[in-house]
């Protein structure tokens, strides 16, 4: 089996085991099949290095559970730097069994650890990625958990995750079927940020 189908196949079997369970597949199965499959739509002549850091993007997201870390924000993204770490080193396992170099490893490591985020091209691919498929199969859920937040909330965590996307993902954010609540919360805030997503897309990689 050549090296990318076998890594793959691996990363698929480690995502098998979540106990978490969505119409009986596993949790973290669908959400990396998700995450290729936007890649394929997104970025049909993707490399081989950015397929394998989409599907493990979310590897084996279960070992460290949420419930370690502090709320609130501070806890929030300590829990996800020590979730990149650890889907980067599974991912870097079995791309070594499978024949992947030391670059070829430390580049896919970098991809999911966000290390590049707005300098390289495949970083930035992976992050609309990510952000396209949040919105299209989990925003809804995330609105219903968090019903309590008002909308200034909700468009203020869109604008944080609209400034590290690039018009491309935009363009493929605001084609997606959207409800009329979410589609009016994105748009809010895309008008929010207006100025800054000039910027941004004036020195975009993509």
């Known amino acids: 089996m050549p090296a990318l189908e076998a890594t793959l196949a691996a990363i698929d079997a480690a995502n098998a085991e979540d106990p978490r369970r969505v119409d009986g597949r596993a949790f973290e199965t669908l959400y ?120 200034d909330k909700i468009v203020d965590i869109l604008g944080k995750t609209l400034c590290k996307m690039s018009p491309k993902g935009h363009a493929a954010a605001l084609a997606l079927p959207l409800s009329d609540r979410a589609r009016a919360l994105v748009a809010a805030a895309v008008a929010k940020e207006a100025a800054a997503l000039e910027r941004l897309a004036a020195v975009s990689l993509d």
Do not use: T
Not at 68 to 82: F, I, K, L
Not at 92 to 98: D, L, T
Not at 112 to 129: C, F, G, H, M, Y
């Open 32 to 151: 990396a099949e998700r995450m290729s499959a936007c890649l394929a739509a997104l970025y049909p002549d993707a490399s081989d290095l950015l397929k394998i850091a989409a599907r493990a993007q979310h590897l084996r997201r279960w070992d460290i559970p949420r419930a370690d870390y502090p709320e609130g924000r501070r806890g929030y993204n300590d829990w996800r730097r020590a979730c990149r770490v650890h889907h980067a080193n599974l991912a870097g396992a079995f791309m070594r069994a499978n024949g992947y170099d030391d670059a070829a490893i430390a580049h896919v490591g970098a991809l999911i650890r966000k290390e590049q985020l707005k300098k390289d091209p495949e970083s930035q691919a992976l992050e609309n990625v990510a952000a396209v498929v949040f919105l299209e199969h989990y925003f809804a859920e995330f609105l219903a958990k968090y019903d309590g937040y008002d909308d």
